[in-house]
Each structure stands twice: as structure tokens, then as C-alpha cells.
């Protein structure tokens, strides 16, 4: 079994940074692609940033410049750091993860989500 755990979501101010981490834990072999993605009130989920195991990363055009994703593949973990919010960054973040288990079997995951609220 695999769980992703996400942390640092909250409430953030127009202009400012916030930084989302998340941690896979399990029966895990490697980890290919991770990403962060986003849904809003009444919106589909969008993927907001992605990166390869190799670091090739990208992104949303809507976060471009703004946004950075990052990954330690040691501690099993990606990030994304956030700046320059807007309130339309308000949204649910989700951590996603292709996951290839000590059993070979491949298979992606989802966290359970972080609430970030970027207010006026």
C-alpha cells in the first residue's frame, strides 16, 4: 500500500508565497512522475505542475514564473513552492504520483488534499 501526505497548504495573502510538500510512504520500488494539481469550487481538477524522476519539469500557464516544482527522490517527496499568489490560486491542491511497487506493479496515487486560500 502507498500513501502520499501532503503538508503546508493555508491561508496566504495576495503577493505572497506559500510552500505545498508531500511525502510517499509504502511499499514503494521508484517514483516516476509526480505533480501537483488544483481544483477549485464548481471547477474540474487542473494539473497546475509536473516533473519527471529526471527533474524535466511543467507547468500550467497559468503559474508559470510564479510556481516552482521540485522533487528529493531519496526522501520520496515533491514540492511546490508558491509565490506571487493570487486570489484565483484559491483551490484544493493535490499531490499525484506514478508509483512503481516492490511488486513491479505500477500504479498512481493521489493524496487526500490541502486547502490553500490566498485571500485579498
Known amino acids: 500500500q502507498v500513501q502520499l501526505v501532503e ?10 508565497s506559500l510552500r505545498l510538500s508531500c511525502a510517499a510512504s509504502g ?3 521508484s517514483i516516476g512522475n509526480m505533480g501537483w494539481y488544483r481544483q477549485a469550487p464548481g471547477k474540474p481538477r487542473e494539473l497546475v505542475a509536473a516533473i519527471s524522476y529526471g527533474g524535466t ?10 510556481f516552482t516544482i521540485s522533487r528529493d527522490n531519496a526522501k520520496k517527496s515533491v514540492y511546490l513552492q508558491m509565490d506571487s499568489l493570487k ?6 491542491f493535490y499531490c499525484n504520483a506514478d508509483v512503481w511497487l ?4 505500477r500504479r498512481n496515487y493521489w493524496g ?3 486547502q ?4 485579498s
Open 7 to 16: 503538508s503546508g497548504g493555508g491561508l496566504g495573502q495576495t503577493g505572497g
Open 27 to 29: 511499499s514503494i520500488l
Open 57 to 66: 519539469t511543467n507547468y500550467a500557464d497559468s503559474v508559470k514564473g510564479r
Open 87 to 92: 486570489p484565483e490560486d484559491t483551490a484544493v
Open 102 to 105: 516492490l511488486s513491479t506493479a
Open 112 to 114: 487526500q488534499g490541502t
Open 116 to 119: 490553500v486560500t490566498v485571500s
